[in-house]
Nanobody
């Protein structure tokens, strides 16, 4: 069955960095555009980044542009999100997803606080 398993979240001070990973299985990962989506406490889902199947085209929401980098390793069926210069407003549960197919991970908590 389809599985998306995020890891790498945690507590970090403002200005710090984290790297999220998402291990995919049960589908042809290399064929699909993949996304990172987050949900802050008390707020709705926010699509923050996506990457096409080959990794050559990316999209970022303005709030993370220049600070976050999405990448993928199709040989390892893994999606990444490098997050630098983290801010308290980046605090959220981060999901990797292929929303159009209904594929979602369980999420990983990122908390940015001093």
């Amino acid at each position: 069955q389809v599985q998306l398993m995020e890891s790498g979240g945690g507590l970090v001070q403002p200005g710090g960095s984290l790297r999220l990973s998402c291990a995919a299985s049960g589908f042809t990962f290399s064929s699909y555009t993949m996304s990172w989506v987050r949900q802050a406490p008390g707020k709705g889902l926010e699509w923050i980044s996506r990457i096409n199947s080959g990794g050559g085209s990316t999209y970022y929401v303005d709030s993370v542009k220049g600070r976050f980098t999405i990448s993928r390793d199709n040989a390892k069926n893994t999606l990444y999100l490098q997050m630098n210069s983290l801010k308290p407003e980046d605090t959220a549960v981060y999901y990797c997803a292929k929303p159009t197919l209904g594929y979602w991970g369980q999420g990983t908590q990122v908390t940015v606080s001093s």
